[in-house]
Nanobody
Framework: QVQVVESGGGLVQVGGSLRLSCVVS????????IEWYRQPPGNQRDLVAM???????VYADSVKGRFTISRDESKNTVYLQMNSLKPEDTAVYYC???????????WGQGTQVTVSS
């Protein structure tokens, strides 16, 4: 059974950096398209970044140039490097792994990111 676990969230000041990790267990991460979403308090969950199994990346306009998504296959992990953080980046960040053949998605439990001004 596939499991997705996020980590790396925390409290950071404006302009700071965090690196979120998304570990996929029970299967090979290269079989998945990986998405990072975020959900601010009282708001909907929105796509932040996506890394396809063929290495295509997509970013929300609000994070382009500041966030970078990457993969370490040896660790079955996808990272979201977040730089120049802003208060509006405050949210719970979720990782979603979508199997390339079945389309089945598996969500993690989320990790809280808080950017203080």
């Amino acid at each position: 059974q596939v499991q997705v676990v996020e980590s790396g969230g925390g409290l950071v000041q404006v302009g700071g950096s965090l690196r979120l990790s998304c570990v996929v267990s029970g299967s090979t991460i290269r079989s998945y398209n990986i998405e990072w979403y975020r959900q601010p308090p009282g708001n909907q969950r929105d796509l932040v970044a996506m890394l396809s199994r063929t290495d295509t990346t997509v970013y929300a306009d609000s994070v382009k140039g500041r966030f970078t998504i990457s993969r370490d296959e040896s660790k079955n992990t996808v990272y979201l490097q977040m730089n120049s953080l802003k208060p509006e980046d405050t949210a719970v960040y979720y990782c979603n792994a979508i199997h390339f053949r079945t389309g089945r998605d598996t969500w993690g439990q989320g990790t809280q990111v808080t950017v203080s001004s």
